[in-house]
Nanobody, 115 residues
Framework: QVQLVESGGGLVQAGGSLRLSCEAS????????MGWYRQAPGKQRELVAM???????IYVDDVKGRFTISRDNAENTVYLQMNSLKPEDTAVYYCNAQVRFIHYWGQGTQVTVSS
């Protein structure tokens, strides 16, 4: 069992920045992938960014150039740096880890961007 604990959400004005953190209960060095998803009201959960164990990253098109996913293996933590935030980025953001074909989820952290 893997526990993921997110933090760093909040309320920010458009154009501002936030950094989300996701701390895992196990070493993340060998985790196949860790990523961030988001779910806005009335919408399906969608992938925002993901980093694979080999170092490759993927981003959804509308966050490219604004969001950056990174990890600190010593702290077992994955980050999502979000810059130039837009009102449409408002959602609950969830951390995800894939370990041996099993997906684990955090409890979610709310990000609200005001216009």
């Amino acid at each position: 069992q893997v526990q993921l604990v997110e933090s760093g959400g909040g309320l920010v004005q458009a154009g501002g920045s936030l950094r989300l953190s996701c701390e895992a209960s196990i070493s993340i060095i060998s985790i196949f992938s860790m990523g961030w998803y988001r779910q806005a009201p009335g919408k399906q959960r969608e992938l925002v960014a993901m980093e694979f164990s080999g170092g490759n990253t993927i981003y959804v098109d509308d966050v490219k150039g604004r969001f950056t996913i990174s990890r600190d293996n010593a702290e077992n933590t994955v980050y999502l740096q979000m810059n130039s935030l837009k009102p449409e980025d408002t959602a609950v953001y969830y951390c995800n880890a894939q370990v041996r074909f099993i997906h684990y989820w955090g409890q979610g952290t709310q990000v609200t961007v005001s216009s």
